[in-house]
């Protein structure tokens, strides 16, 4: 299940201009629509609801957000930003299943409340090697964090800003 979950994101971080409708690139906002994405606002007071507590965000995303979007289903709460360009993903997923275990190769941090997080990048030899994960247990939720772009040290950085914010 963990795999199928990241093939989703990692699927979801790389531009998605593949989708096309009579002839025309489908936008943005219409390439999310079709992969069951509503309004972020929409769908966060709907996962607050079937999960009966209040969901805290980030404060801060790692770059200037054009798009948000928001889909519940029933392994939680998925966000995705995009950047004015649309080359720049930023998505966050929530779930109040705790995390089963995490890659051997991912690296540990503490934020400065002391909650450990674990901050994964997707192999160099892959498709999409500027991909970082950042899992963490906070607030009775496990929070995915992903971003892509930027050099590895930034996308940690950036990641455990994201991650301080919330």
Request: aromatic content about 10%; cysteine-free; proline content about 3%.
């Amino acid at each position: 299940m963990r795999v199928a979950s990241l093939a989703v994101i990692i699927m979801l971080t790389v531009q998605p201009s593949i989708y096309a409708f009579e002839d025309r690139e489908l936008s943005i906002t219409e390439v999310y629509e079709k992969l069951g994405y509503t309004d972020l606002l929409s769908a966060l007071d709907q996962y607050e609801e079937q999960i009966e507590q209040q969901v805290y965000l980030p404060s801060k995303i790692p770059f200037q957000g054009e798009h948000f979007f928001g889909k519940v289903n029933e392994n939680g709460l998925s966000i995705a930003v995009v950047g004015e360009d649309d080359d720049r993903v930023f998505h966050v997923h929530l779930t109040s299943e705790s995390r089963n275990e995490l890659p051997s190769d991912s690296h540990t941090y503490e934020l400065s409340d002391g909650t450990e997080v674990f901050i994964v990048d997707v192999d160099e030899d892959s498709k999409d090697p500027d991909v970082s994960w950042l899992y963490m247990d906070k607030y009775d939720q496990t929070y995915s964090i992903v971003i892509n772009s930027y050099q590895q040290e930034v996308r940690h950085y950036k990641l455990m800003g994201v991650a301080e914010s919330i």
